[in-house]
Antibody, heavy 116, light 109 residues
Framework: EVQMVESGGGLVQPGGSLRLSCAAS????????LTWVRQAPGKGLEWVAS????????YYVESVKGRFTISRDNAKSSLYLQMTSLRAEDTAVYYC?????????WGQGTLVTVSS | EMVLTQSPGTLSLSPGERATLSCRAS???????LAWYQQKPGQAPRLLIY???TRATGIPDRFSGSGSGTDFTLTISRLEPEDFAVYYC??????????FGQGTKLEIK
């Protein structure tokens, strides 16, 4: 059974940093692109970043470029999102998702709240 | 940058009725890269359709997708009570950004 479990969310002040993790199991982690998608409270889905199987390619939505870094550790079947210079508009539930698109599997999400 | 516009914003129907949801793109793209998701409150999205018309594993055949170019449609042939949710389309072409539509809320009339 495929499982993806996010952690690391919480309350952080504007300008602060946070690192999200996503622990995956039930599939051959190193063979797939992985993605972070976020959802602001009461809003729709927004693609944030994706990373290639071996970590050699990464892509970001324009609004997080230079502030967020997606990475992965295939030996630990883990995906990460390092977030810096956080803004109020980054407040959202962050989901890790399997694949580049057409995401078959998602985590349950972790809430990031940026507020003073 | 690609923009996906979903319509209507809210659709009010009764169980047993047919639902037709639209997703229109600002640029033409391959239907191979169009997906539909269902999301219920407090839950992660669930993949329904990929490649514009292929049902994901375990998705009932009352859900169907169609379209090409800039116009795509999700049809639910006969609504069940559990189908009332928010639906999103997504394009995931060969280059980013991967874009979601703003969603259509399907509510019980």
């Amino acid at each position: 059974e495929v499982q993806m479990v996010e952690s690391g969310g919480g309350l952080v002040q504007p300008g602060g940093s946070l690192r999200l993790s996503c622990a995956a199991s039930g599939f051959t982690f190193s063979r797939y692109w992985l993605t972070w998608v976020r959802q602001a409270p009461g809003k729709g889905l927004e693609w944030v970043a994706s990373i290639k199987e071996d970590g050699s390619q990464t892509y970001y939505v324009e609004s997080v470029k230079g502030r967020f870094t997606i990475s992965r550790d295939n030996a630990k079947s883990s995906l990460y999102l390092q977030m810096t210079s956080l803004r109020a508009e980054d407040t959202a539930v962050y989901y890790c998702a399997w694949g580049w698109g057409s995401h078959d599997y998602w985590g349950q999400g972790t809430l990031v709240t940026v507020s003073s | 940058e690609m923009v996906l516009t979903q319509s209507p914003g809210t659709l009010s129907l009764s169980p047993g009725e047919r639902a037709t949801l639209s997703c229109r793109a600002s640029q033409s793209f391959s239907s191979a890269y169009l997906a539909w998701y269902q999301q219920k409150p407090g839950q992660a999205p669930r993949l329904l359709i990929y490649g514009a018309s292929t049902r994901a594993t375990g998705i009932p055949d009352r859900f169907s997708g169609s379209g090409s170019g800039t116009d795509f449609t999700l049809t639910i042939s006969r609504l069940e009570p559990e189908d009332f949710a928010v639906y999103y389309c997504q394009q995931y072409g060969r280059s980013p950004p991967n874009t979601f539509g703003q969603g259509t809320k399907l509510e019980i009339k």
